[in-house]
């Protein structure tokens, strides 16, 4: 969840949580682990709003980590949601990663 979830005066549901969530699915995929797996909610709330803290980069194997998704994923997990890219800009980074891998 993206730490603005947490936030009890948050309005409504946006897209930068989308794209929090994006970065997030991203991780667990190419680690093959749970995000803050062990942790319960009101830890993973302290840990990503006050702490900042975010999954280790390094759990993702060397060989499944091209700088562009590294980047793709840090840039979703902004704690300033204006920050994070728009899908339209995730899905071409996804597409320049995928045409990057093709022999």
Request: glycine share 6%.
């Amino acid at each position: 969840m993206a730490p603005e979830c947490f936030d009890a005066l948050a309005e409504s549901l946006t897209h930068q949580m989308d794209m929090y969530s994006l970065g997030m699915l991203l991780w667990a995929m190419l680690s093959g682990m749970q995000p803050w797996q062990g942790f319960n909610m009101v830890q993973i709330a302290c840990r990503v709003t006050l702490g900042g803290e975010r999954p280790p980069l390094s759990a993702v194997p060397p060989g499944r980590r091209p700088h562009k998704l590294l980047r793709l994923m840090q840039d979703c997990w902004e704690a300033d949601p204006r920050r994070r890219p728009a899908a339209a800009e995730a899905v071409k980074e996804l597409m320049l990663v995928q045409q990057m891998a093709r022999p």
